[in-house]
């Protein structure tokens, strides 16, 4: 893990517990420009750039299979106070795409490009506030806008880029709250459903009966279905869960059985450096609406108190989540040829 990833994982890890004292006008809606994603310098990730998705751990080998896009929405970065009259990011601000590059887009995104090429576009995110601290209507202002480029940039993928090619959707946090929406509206009873691998809609709560037609991936090898889970020490509780009702795979089985699944299934998990593995660092079990696992014992771990790892939602899962992407791609590939 980087430093400016265990800075990002700090930040994110004590959000939840302050609450800003600051004010954010808003901006007039009317003066809020579509941006152009046919420049690229408006993608984190894209095929004809050499980005930080594109990285993988000296431990793993390599391996793509070629037919496949993914594309990736990435969580909140946006978490200074630096634009403080916005409650939207600038995704011209150098500083916060370096730390979006080096956190979500190296170890968020690359656990996907097994699955063949990775899109992921710059977002004017919400601030991490418009979650906590937001007049309601304030906060629908900002993620209606940040989803507003989420789908300009999904329409332009679609448009010049897709040609047919099988899709997988992932994201986290943030990103999962846009990528829920979009599945909504371009996918679920769609003919584009029929295009979609999977979605892995991490970090956030998603009701089991969401959608219409998008139903949760049962095994390791479904396609076309919708995956998710948050993640917390074994025994918490928050109390915001909201029970079985909401939809929790497990990412060591791909199943949503209640069972738990020892860590010894776990293929490696990413830390701070991202060319080590930690393979058997946690297990997993689906609980009431959230996947427990045990807590992790890593190199000075005795400093890490949080119950909630929702910033290791992906990161203690990579290895297998790499594998599984590859086993769902070739499963739909097998039923399309």
């Known amino acids: 893990m980087s430093p400016t990833f265990y800075r990002y994982f700090m930040i994110l890890a004590i959000a939840s517990t302050i609450i800003s004292c600051r004010s954010y006008p808003t901006l007039n809606d009317e003066s809020w420009q579509s941006l152009d994603y046919s420049q690229l310098d408006h993608w984190a990730a894209h095929p004809d750039i050499v980005d930080l998705a594109d990285q993988v751990p000296k431990e793993i080998s390599p391996t793509k299979v070629e037919e496949v896009d993914v594309f990736f929405v990435h969580p909140t970065t946006y978490t200074k106070y630096k634009g403080e009259l916005h409650w939207n990011a600038d995704i011209r601000d150098e500083d916060l795409n370096r730390s979006t590059d080096e956190s979500s ?26 979650y906590y601290d937001a007049e ?8 209606d806008r940040a989803y507003r480029d989420v789908r300009d940039a999904f329409e332009h993928y679609l448009k010049t880029e897709n040609q047919g090619r099988p899709i997988i ?38 009701a089991i009966d969401k959608y219409e037609s998008l139903q949760p991936c049962a095994g390791q090898e479904d396609t076309g279905c919708i995956i998710s889970w948050r993640t917390y020490k074994r025994g918490y509780v928050p109390d915001a869960i909201t029970g079985d009702s909401i939809l929790v795979t497990n990412p060591l089985t791909w199943t949503i059985e209640e069972s738990t699944a020892r860590k010894e299934l776990n293929k490696g ?42 910033i290791a939602d992906i990161n203690f899962y990579y290895s297998n989540i790499r594998e599984n992407v590859i086993a769902r791609a070739e499963s739909h590939l097998s039923m399309t040829k």
């Open 105 to 130: 887009i190296k170890f968020q995104a690359s656990a996907f490009n097994s699955a063949g090429r990775v899109y992921a576009p710059r977002y004017r995110q919400a601030h991490i506030e418009s």
């Open 136 to 143: 309601p209507a304030i906060a629908e202002q900002a993620f």
């Open 169 to 206: 959707i992932a994201s986290h946090s943030q990103g999962t709250t846009h990528t829920t929406r979009l599945l909504a509206e371009y996918f679920d009873g769609t003919d584009l459903q029929d295009q979609l691998v999977a979605a892995y809609l991490i970090g956030m709560p998603i």
């Open 269 to 310: 998990a990413i830390l701070r450096n991202f060319n080590r593995l930690f393979p058997e660092l946690v297990d997993a079990q689906v609980h009431d609406g959230m996947l427990w696992v045990e807590k992790p014992k890593f190199p000075w771990s005795f400093l890490f108190t949080r119950k909630n790892y929702h």
